[in-house]
C-alpha cells in the first residue's frame, strides 16, 4: 500500500487488449497441479477459508448466503470499498454507503497516535458500521510491515530484508505473532503484509520490504501467515488477517521501478515469483493484495488472466483480492473503464482510497448498464463476507483490550532484540577486530545513524517514508554501545567524525540509508554512500584508527572502493527499534550468523545481479556470511 495517488496511466494496446494466457511450465505443472490437490483436500473449505462450523449454529457458508440474499446492491458496492479514514467526510458515512473497510495508510494515525487512541478511533469506526440496515462490520486494515509501525510506542521489529538474512522461519512465526498481538490491541485486524516479492533489482525502493532475492525464502516465510492469524483464521485470539503482496513479480520490473513492467515469460514467473504465493494460500492466507506493476504490458490490476484464471482458478484461491492504493489509476484515464476493468479483472475489495461516492456511483452504473456481470459482484462480496466471519467480527467486531498491555511490551522488545542480533551479516573481519572487548579503553563512534533511531527503522514508521530522528521509542546503536562497555571504558561520540584522533583503540562508524519507501526510494542509479557517508569514513581513516563499519541500509550499496579502508563490515539492514541486538553482536554476546539473502554488487554495471547470473562476480556472494573465526 501507498500513500499518494499515482497518475493514472492508459491500458497497454486500448481497452480491448487482451492479456495473453498463460500456459503451464512443464517444470512446474506438476507441482502446481500436486498443490491444487493439496489445496482441495482437508475440511472441504476453498483455500483461504479456515474457520470451521460451530455446533448448533449455521455454517459460515450459509450465514453468507443468507446476508447476501438480504443486500441491495449499493449495499454490497459499499463492501467493496476500502477507503483511508483520513478521506472519510464524516463518520455517519461509514453506514450511509456501507463501507467494508476503512485503513490507516502510512501518515494517518488517529488524532492521539497511542495505542488506546488507536483502539477509541477504530471502536468508533466500527460503532457507526454496526447502525447499518444490516449492521455488517468493517475490516480495519494498517500495513505492519515490520512491526506495528504506524502506532507510536509499538514494537519495530527489523524490515523483511533483514529477517530474510537470519534464515529463521520459526523467528518470522514469532515475531508476526508478536506483530498480530499489538494490533489486536489497538483494534486493527487486517494487516496488508507479508510482502512476498522476489527482489530481483536493488534500485528498487521496495527492496527492504523482499525477503531475498530467491523465492525459497519467501517460501519458508508462509510462517509470518501463521503467525499473524494462527493455525486458522479466527481460532485464537488476536487472530489477524494477513495479506500476501504483491500479486505479482512486483520485484521483477525493469529497474526496480515501482510502476515498471515486468517483461518476463510464464517459466521465469512460475519459476521466480508465484512460489512465495503458493506457499502462504497453504498456510491459509486469507488475503492477497494486487501491485501496481505491469507483466509485459498489462497493468496487473486489470490482469484478468493472472489474478482470476491464474490466483483465484488454477491456485483456487479463496480468500479476499484487494488493490492497492488507487490501483484503479494504474489502468486508465476513463474512471468508468478503469474501475469495470479493475473488478472484472477479479479484484474483490477496491482501496479507493478517497472519493467513496464516486467509486459506487460509478460502479453502479456499471453494474445496471450490464458491463460489470451481478456474478462478479456477488463473488467478490462473498470472500468479503467470509473473511469476516472467519475473522469473528461478527461475533466480536471491538477491540480486545486484554492486549493494550502487550504493544511495546518488555517480551516483545526482547523479541525484537533476538531478531537484529540474528539478521545482522558480516561480510568483513580482517584480523578479528570483532568481537570488541569490552575491556576497549576508548571507543569512537560515527556516522549519521548511530545515534538516530529513525533511520533504523527505515520507512513505514509512523509515516510511509519514515523519518530520521527520534519518531519511536527506542534504543540507538550509540545508547547501546554505551550501555555494553565495561567500567572505566571511553565512548566519545562525533557524527562527521570530528573529535577523532589517533588515541582511540577503535571506531565504529554507524552509515547508510535515511528512511524512505516506494516511489521516493526508487533509484535510476546504484545505490551508494552519500556524501556526508563518506566525509565521515575520510576523517576516520585519517585519523588511522582501525574502524569497522555498520552499515544501515535497505539494500546492498557499492562500497568495492572504500572497503579496503575497513577493517570490518557489518551490515545491520534497517533493524528497527533495537539497537541493542547490534551491538550484541559487535561485542560477542551473539556470534553473527546471517547470509546475505541479496548479493552484493561490485560496480554499477552489474545491476542488476542474481545468483545464478552468468557471469556473476559480485563483491559477496548471495548467501554469504562470515562467523567469528571461521567462513560458513
Known amino acids: 500500500m501507498r500513500e499518494r495517488v499515482h497518475a493514472a496511466r492508459e491500458l497497454p494496446g486500448g481497452r480491448s487488449a487482451r492479456p495473453p494466457r498463460l500456459r503451464t511450465h512443464p517444470r512446474r505443472a506438476l507441482g502446481l497441479a500436486v498443490a491444487a490437490a493439496l489445496l482441495a483436500c482437508g475440511d472441504g473449505h476453498e483455500a483461504g477459508a479456515a474457520r470451521p462450523q460451530q455446533p448448533g449454529r449455521p455454517s459460515i457458508a450459509s450465514r453468507v448466503a443468507e446476508l447476501l440474499g438480504r443486500m441491495t446492491l449499493d449495499e454490497k458496492l459499499g463492501q467493496m470499498t476500502l477507503i483511508d479514514k483520513q478521506f472519510l467526510a464524516t463518520e455517519s458515512d461509514i453506514a450511509t454507503y456501507g463501507l467494508g473497510g476503512l485503513c490507516s495508510g502510512g501518515g494517518s494515525p488517529p488524532a ?20 447499518s440496515r444490516l449492521a455488517i462490520p468493517i475490516l480495519y486494515g494498517a500495513d505492519a510491515v515490520h512491526g506495528h509501525g504506524d502506532v507510536y510506542g509499538a514494537t519495530v521489529f527489523p524490515h523483511n530484508v533483514g529477517l530474510g538474512a537470519a534464515r529463521d522461519p520459526q523467528l518470522v512465526q514469532e515475531v508476526a505473532r508478536a506483530t498480530a ?35 525459497e525464502i519467501a517460501e519458508a516465510y508462509a510462517t509470518f501467515v501463521t503467525g499473524l492469524q494462527g493455525s486458522r483464521l479466527g481460532g485464537a485470539p488476536a487472530s489477524i488477517l494477513a495479506t500476501a503482496k504483491h500479486w505479482i513479480a512486483d520485484g521483477g520490473t525493469t529497474a526496480g521501478a515501482q510502476y515498471g513492467d515486468a517483461p518476463i515469460g510464464d517459466a521465469e514467473l512460475r519459476a521466480i515469483h508465484m512460489p512465495p504465493f503458493l506457499a502462504a494460500i497453504r498456510a491459509g492466507v486469507g488475503a492477497i493484495m494486487i501491485g501496481h506493476n505491469s507483466v509485459n504490458g498489462t497493468p496487473m490490476h486489470a490482469h484478468r488472466a493472472l489474478v482470476t484464471e491464474v490466483l483465484k482458478g488454477e491456485l483456487r484461491f479463496g480468500g479476499l483480492v484487494v488493490s492497492d492504493w488507487n490501483g484503479t489509476g494504474d489502468v ?79 517480551a516483545h522488545r526482547e523479541l525484537a532484540r533476538r531478531a537484529v542480533a540474528a539478521s545482522l551479516v558480516l561480510l568483513k573481519n580482517d584480523g578479528g577486530i570483532l568481537p570488541l572487548a569490552r575491556s576497549t579503553r576508548k571507543i569512537f563512534v560515527a556516522g549519521k545513524s548511530a545515534d538516530d533511531v529513525g533511520n533504523m527503522a527505515g520507512g513505514w514508521t509512523i509515516s ?20 555494553t562497555v565495561g567500567p572505566g571504558a571511553t565512548v566519545a561520540y562525533g557524527r562527521d567524525g570530528s573529535g577523532v584522533d589517533a588515541s582511540f583503540d577503535v571506531a565504529v562508524a554507524v552509515v547508510g540509508e535515511t528512511p524512505y519507501a516506494e516511489n521516493v526510494g526508487d533509484l535510476a542509479d546504484a545505490p551508494v554512500l552519500d556524501g556526508e557517508d563518506l566525509a565521515t569514513l575520510d576523517r576516520l581513516r585519517g585519523s588511522g584508527v582501525p574502524t569497522v563499519v555498520v552499515l544501515v541500509t535497505g539494500r546492498p550499496l557499492l562500497v568495492t572502493d572504500q572497503l579496503p579502508g575497513w577493517r570490518a563490515l ?50 559477496f556472494p548471495y548467501g554469504f556470511g562470515l562467523t567469528y573465526g571461521a567462513l560458513r
Not at 369 to 379: E, Q, T
Not at 464 to 483: H, M, N
Not at 591 to 596: E, I, N, Q
Open 181 to 215: 498481538e499489538e494490533m489486536a490491541g489497538t483494534g486493527v485486524r487486517w494487516n496488508f503484509a507479508p510482502s512476498v516479492a522476489v527482489s530481483r533489482d536493488a534500485r528498487s525502493g521496495r527492496t527492504f520490504e523482499s525477503f531475498g532475492e530467491v523465492p
Open 112 to 131: 492521539t497516535n497511542t495505542p488506546a487512541g488507536w483502539a477509541d478511533m477504530v471502536d468508533g469506526f466500527q460503532r457507526a458500521a454496526l447502525s
Open 570 to 619: 557489518v551490515v545491520a539492514w534497517l533493524p528497527g527499534s533495537e539497537g541493542q541486538g547490534v551491538v550484541d553482536v559487535l561485542f560477542g554476546d551473539r556470534a553473527p550468523t546471517g547470509k546475505l539473502p541479496l548479493t552484493w554488487p561490485r560496480s554499477a554495471s552489474q545491476l542488476p545481479l542474481n545468483v545464478g547470473a552468468r557471469p556473476y562476480d559480485p563483491l
Open 464 to 483: 510511509w517514508q519514515g523519518s530520521s530522528g527520534d519518531v519511536i521509542p527506542g534504543t540507538t546503536i550509540l545508547e547501546a554501545i554505551r550501555d
Open 332 to 410: 486508465g484515464e476513463d474512471y468508468a473503464f478503469a474501475v469495470r476493468s479493475v473488478v472484472n479483472a477479479g479484484i474483490d475489495m477496491v482501496m479507493v482510497p478517497a472519493d467513496y461516492a464516486t467509486f459506487i456511483a460509478t460502479l453502479r452504473d456499471e453494474v445496471n448498464a450490464g458491463r460489470v456481470p451481478m456474478s462478479r459482484i456477488d463473488d467478490a462480496v462473498r470472500r468479503i463476507l467470509t473473511k469476516k466471519l472467519e475473522l469473528g467480527l461478527f461475533d466480536q467486531p471491538f477491540t480486545d483490550r486484554r492486549f493494550l498491555s502487550s504493544v511495546g511490551s518488555a
